[in-house]
């Protein structure tokens, strides 16, 4: 996992696809409109896209827990902060066994939160497929609603 300013996004790799990602993140803007946006077909037909999307933010039992295996997530709000959580997968349960159509294996919220942080726009949050996941938790008693952008990697193409 990565949590940086978008402007350090140089300080990590040089890779195309690393490259790609954070050109097309650079041209980003709150107004963006929600939907899936391809950045770069390549081999796979899919090796590179985001999606924007709106939500309102929840409280912290009510989001998603998940992990993918194929891609990488780089999670970025453009309208307001959110609360995010990693977790490494052995100390979690699973809820979901692993959807190959949808890259993701839920899991069960554990009985201790030990690495929350709250994500603000200009900066970025990358997922590997070994980093368990949680976003869209509200920073506030009551919900926000927020816009969002995430950008989906193959995985491969961020080694070296």
């Known amino acids: 996992m990565i949590l940086d300013a978008l402007a ?10 690393w490259r790609q990602a954070f050109a097309w993140l650079a041209a980003l803007a709150p107004d963006t409109a929600p939907g899936e946006h391809m950045i770069e ?20 039992l009510d ?13 970025t709000p453009l309208t ?13 349960a699973v809820k979901t066994p692993y959807d190959a ?3 993701a294996e839920l899991y069960q919220h554990p009985d201790r939160f ?3 942080f709250t994500l603000h726009p200009g900066q970025f949050a990358l997922y590997l497929p070994h980093d368990a996941h949680l ?5 506030s008693p009551a919900p926000r609603s927020l816009r969002k952008a995430v950008v989906k ?6 080694r070296p």
């Open 8 to 17: 350090n996004w140089q300080l990590y790799s040089a890779l195309p696809a």
């Open 41 to 60: 077909a390549g081999q796979s037909g899919r090796d590179l896209y985001a999606v924007v999307f709106d939500f309102d933010t929840k409280n912290l």
């Open 63 to 75: 989001t998603t827990l998940e992990a993918h295996r194929v891609y990488a997530d780089i999670h």
């Open 80 to 92: 307001g902060p959110e609360v995010h959580a990693r977790f490494t997968l052995e100390e979690l």
């Open 101 to 103: 159509a949808q890259d």
């Open 114 to 116: 030990n690495a929350l």
């Open 135 to 139: 976003s869209q938790c509200k920073t």
């Open 153 to 158: 990697v193959r995985a491969d193409l961020l």
